[in-house]
């Protein structure tokens, strides 16, 4: 989980390689979907990085259980960035609702 936070976000810093925008005013996402069973230190760490360098993290929690409170607090930039989904079924109306409340 924290090496495809890294991952993503070192697509968004290199705007030379033809994967930003050049446009210095376009913001940079990270949609990270995730049942958040893996050691949380590491992936805190890595979107900590990530929100530091100015990337807004929304993460969508699956089934994620104990695991949904560090998803909302301490991966996403903000505790409304979480959705919470029992179900990969419900991931394609989470995404297009994600994708209208720009």
Known sequence: MAEAITTAKGE???PGDG???SDADSPDFI???SDGQ???GPVIAAADAAKVAG???FV???DAGSSADYLQNQV???PTNYFDISQYGQLKATLESLATCG
């Open 12 to 14: 968004l810093d290199n």
């Open 19 to 21: 994967h930003d925008r």
């Open 31 to 33: 949609v990270f979907i």
């Open 38 to 40: 893996q050691a949380q």
């Open 55 to 57: 990337v807004e993290i």
């Open 60 to 62: 969508v929690g699956v």
């Open 76 to 78: 996403a930039s903000k």
